[in-house]
């Protein structure tokens, strides 16, 4: 693991990070950001090639949390079709299949 790391700081020369060693602890990324963010990834039972994955995850990331939109989406032209039913194309067999019957 300690090669990976090495690479990925050769690779990603603008991200700074340090290594510690935990003892009796699991393995984990603490990242902190400029805007004073901080983000934690466990790395328990990871593959080396997955631990370099989330490092890339980590050093992309800009720090910022997620925001949710409160708007809903609202559309100018309503459906031609209309809205769907189980009788819009008549007996279809729709309920049969589902193993009822009317």
Not at 34 to 58: F, K, Q
Not at 83 to 94: A, E, H, L
Request: hydrophobic share 30%; proline share 4%; aromatic share 10%.
């Amino acid at each position: 693991m300690e090669k990976g790391v090495e690479g990925f700081k050769n690779k990603f020369p603008e991200t700074a990070f340090e290594t510690q060693v935990r003892k009796g602890a699991h393995p984990y990324i603490k990242a902190d950001y400029v805007c004073g963010n901080s983000h934690t990834i466990d790395l328990r039972n990871r593959s080396d090639l997955e631990v370099h994955e989330r490092l890339v995850i980590a050093a992309h990331r800009a720090g910022y949390k997620n925001k949710k939109f409160k708007q809903t989406v609202v559309n100018s032209t309503p459906s031609v079709q209309g809205q769907w039913s189980p009788y819009t194309n008549g007996n279809n067999g729709f309920f049969e299949k589902m193993g009822k019957k009317i």
